[in-house]
């Protein structure tokens, strides 16, 4: 087993159900997805099956079970957003790097996911790239902004 | 003489629009030149359309800056600062003079956001300097009973801002009355409506507010245990929380016998969300708490008597939080004195969507919703004409403009069909399509339905694929019917508010834009030009350069053309998936 779960688990109590999301979250805060490895672990450390583990984070949108890209990008299609051309964004984004939400690029460079607001309506569309926030953007804007990001 | 000062406006609209270059920038400034000015930071005022915004106060009064950047930054420093010459052409607001922006101002009455960008959310001194946890201290000083407390926030006639509009004090009687070791209070932070971001702001830029009034919260019902329960979207907030939850417990306001009172001892986690809207439910969010699938529990029991571990819980928003200690400050009465005979108080509104000032506002209930929208927002952006306000996210409906002359309080909105709901308004113009708006809600609350109940799980399902064949030219007379009937059985069924309202958003456009339903069915039109498949895309020759970008593109082959020469759309094999339109950098492609 990975070092780094060894140490995450560490941190949590034994048996403790109520810390299974926190654990998942800080699973893929460090690692940057939950592996079945690390479900494994997870289940022997809390005693809950893998399939409640399964059955938890499947439930929530944050979790992911492949390895993420380099940098990741978060596009949002709230309200605010699609009413001033988020999806309009995402079509170009998509064609620009290739890949759909919910996928990784080939070269890692890049993940793609599509959420729901990120509070920031005031300056629609907006995306996000790795807890960065790019506003009121265009599509115009958007090769400029993808070259920060290598 | 005080010392000059430049706060800059951290939240994270302004960190967006770039506030912390500014920052930097300043502080860059001031090092190497040695400025004697104090440099501070804030969160967000409320101004959100004119970040990055920069205020600048010395003796002789106050100057907001509006639409800061570096360069704009230095100019300020060197004239306003070195020069004492403000540079009245980028200041928003000031108490010197008159702007424009004065508007958005004037008819706000803040309670809620008092201390928002005025003070640094890191320095929880900065909180205690403007009467910051002086409720807590008020009720520990002249040991106000829990009774008189719950009856205070009874009096002041606050109902709960989450969107439900239940009232608090009443909340707070029943989670009293039921006796435990362990009771728990919990605040929502999950702020599910995509488009809103009130909650965000006042977690940002003054989170002791609420904290204090879990505080206050917890004492009164007597609960030991406090979970904040915020989105994992909201970084910037989580990181504030954190920072604020440590100073408070390091100045004995968490931990144990509270402010010297005997057994008092309350403490309160973070616990972030992980993505499920259906966790702003209260049930679900105790569900999620637990670690388990955040999926609704059937009420009773209600969590005033059986909540987080079974134990007795009481679950409020940031909001109806932050208002707390604001109450027992100024008395029920002075918070009552706002609003209309059922709504109390003021709301704070995130206005978004094509509106000129887009933002957040805080005004007394009762105000007409045309006036938040032209009165503060300033009305529609580009001269366009205003077509309807969406309130309430997936659980609310669209106000056309007709009716925009409703006052906002709770009643009045519901009857509209659209609620209140948390406080988010997305203002619409002619270029919104309201089915389309229908379809994109249902999606939302298909996608996010957790699935136990029947009604909800497929109801909305059938919905959106009857939504679907409408924005693509393939619906039928009968499906508004079809619509309608499906709206209500799915509820009259479902066990929470997340199906129960999911169809409003469908009910209230049917309701006020029937006329655009038929126009995508009787005539395959579509009025706003936004859906897709309804529209015809063709190049215009005058702005074509020949650059062939659409014709590489086109994963239909569709267009044709030389380089340097204009190109042509083949209608009989456009798919219309726009994306010539989205790939043309010379505004070629138009859509008739
Ligand atoms: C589907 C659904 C989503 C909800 N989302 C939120 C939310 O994001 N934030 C919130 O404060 N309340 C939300 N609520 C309301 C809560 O269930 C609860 O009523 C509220 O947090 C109580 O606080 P209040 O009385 O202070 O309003 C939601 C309700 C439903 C049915
Ligand atoms: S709708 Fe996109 S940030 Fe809120």
Redesign the interface.
Known sequence: MKDTIIKILGQFPQNNRGSLIPLLQKVQNLEGYISSDAIHAISTHLRVSRSTIYGVSSFYSQFRFNPPGRNSIKICLGTACHVQGGDFLLNALSLEIGIKPGETTEDKRFDLERVACLGCCALAPVMMINNNIHSRMSVIKLREILNRYA | MEQTKVIVGLG??G???GAKKVYNKIKALKETKDLGFELKKTSCIGM??R?PLVEVVDDSGSYLYGDIDEEKAIEIIEKHINQHDPVREYIIHSDMFETEDDEYLKDQVKIVLRNCGYIDPENIEEYEARNGYRAIKKIAGQRISRMDIIQIILSSGIRGRGGGGFPTGLKWKFAYDSKADDKYIICNAD?G?????MD?SVLEGDPHSVLEGMIIGAYAIEANGGVIYCR????LAIKRLTIAIEQARAKGYLGKNILGIDGFNFDIYI???????VCGEETALIA???????MPRKRPPFPASSGL?KKPTNINNVETFANIPWIIMNGAEAYAKYGTEKSKGTKVF?????IKR???VEVPMGISIRDVIFKLGGGIRGNKKFKAV?MG?PSGGCIPEYLADTIVDYDSVNATGAIMGSG?M?V?DED?CMVD?AK??LD?TQKES?GKCTFCRIGTKRMLEILTRITEGKGEMSDIEKLEELAYEIKDNSLCGLGQTAPNPVLTTIKYFRDEYEAHIRDKKCPAKVCKSLLTYEVDPEKCTGCTVCAR?CPADAIDGEKKEVHFIRQEDCIKC??C???C?FDAIKLS
């Not at chain 2, 616990?271 to 809207?277: N, S, V, W």
């Open positions: 994270s609209c960190i967006a629009a959100c359309y970040e702020e409506d995509p488009g809103a971001f965000r994992a979207e909201y970084p616990k972030e969300g992980a993505g499920a809207f999620s708490v637990e670690g388990e699938r955040g571990w995130a206005l978004a969507g094509k887009s933002g957040l969406q996210g988010g997305v619409m919104t708006i994109f809600f939302f957790c593109n726009g994306m339109y989205t790939k950098k």
